[in-house]
């Protein structure tokens, strides 16, 4: 065997995989962003402005690397959480890629319920 049918072999095998791979991509492009709650709420968020959509998708995958690669604490990601679920509306991913990476940040005292006291009627 020939070192040029090798390689001729090797390409037959290369086209066949790219034309198994094609339309798997394409129809995963045309599916509708409601089977994607991920697409979905950042294109809510951003009001499918598609430059907004981008810096959203790459502060997530931003932030969930850092996530993954540090183990911050819960509370940590708890506290993040709700503080990029507040505010404007387009304060998500990037607010929380934001919050998660901050070193300054302190664990805040857990909230007292103040419990009433029931009077007594005599």
């Known amino acids: 065997m020939t070192p040029l049918s090798v390689s001729r072999a090797m390409k037959g095998k290369l086209a066949i995989a790219i034309l198994l791979l094609v339309p798997a991509g394409a129809e995963a492009r045309t599916r509708p962003p409601i089977y994607d709650p991920v697409l979905l709420n950042i294109g809510l968020v951003c009001r499918w402005d598609n430059r907004c959509m981008e810096r959203q998708k790459n502060a997530m995958k931003r932030a969930t690397k850092f996530v ?7 509370w ?3 506290q993040c959480n709700r503080n990029a679920g ?3 509306p387009r304060v998500d991913w990037i607010g929380y890629d934001n919050c998660i990476r901050n070193a300054a940040l302190r664990q805040t005292p857990p909230r007292r319920v103040q419990r009433r006291r029931l009077r007594q009627i005599t």
Do not use: E, I
């Open 86 to 88: 507040r505010g404007g």
């Open 76 to 78: 940590r990601v708890q």
């Open 68 to 74: 993954a690669k540090y183990r911050p604490p819960l």
